[in-house]
Every structure is written in C-alpha cells, then in structure tokens.
Nanobody
C-alpha cells in the first residue's frame, strides 16, 4: 500500500495547483505531511496537518500553500498559490515521521514560463 499523490503539472510563475493525497481504503488519513524533492536536493517536509487539524509550514511556502484534509473522502490536499520556479519538485505525501514503505511515486510540479 502506498500513498498516492496527484495533481501536479506545468504551471507558469504566479499560478496555482491543487495536489491530492489518497490512501484508498487501506487506512484512515488523520494526520499527514506533504514533502517535496527538488532536482539535486534532499526530500523535505514542507507542510503537515495533525489529527486535530493544526497545520505547520516551512517558511518558504508559508502564506502561499495551504494543507487541508477531508476525512469523508479520506484525502489530504495541498493548495499551492503564487507558485515560483523554486517550487519545481516532485511532491509526495507521507507522515511527518515518514514510513518508508508508503512513499509513492509522487507528482511532478514544474513552474516555468
């Protein structure tokens, strides 16, 4: 079982994308994190949401990205606004304390004019 991230694509600077993370019926998503790995860089946790709904962001995305969850749909989302070229990366979902076997293939976000 893996966590499936989707919704990536090519967008111009200043544009928006909404990423989705689902686990199907395997388990309930109560808390989750969004990670990204840019070319030549390590994977980093950029946002997370707790079971109680509290959210945390790294400074580089604060004010531009919003993490949310829909427990009925068993999904977590990442709304990304005002995208910048430096946001180009493969985006993954996994817990803030990640579980290796749940890394999916991620979804590629490319921000370019």
């Amino acid at each position: 079982v893996q966590l499936q991230a989707s919704g990536g694509g090519l967008v111009q600077p200043g544009g928006s994308l909404r990423l989705s993370c689902t686990a199907g019926r395997a388990f309930s998503i109560n808390a989750m994190g969004w990670w990204r790995q840019a070319p030549g860089k390590q994977r980093e946790l950029i946002a997370d949401i707790t079971s109680g709904g509290s959210t945390n962001y790294v400074n580089s995305v604060k004010g531009r990205f919003t993490i949310s969850k829909d427990t009925f749909k068993n999904a977590v989302y990442l709304q990304m606004d005002n995208l910048k070229p430096e946001d180009t990366a493969v985006y993954y979902c996994n817990w803030p304390d990640p579980v290796d076997e749940y890394w999916g293939q991620g979804t590629l976000v490319t921000v370019s004019s």
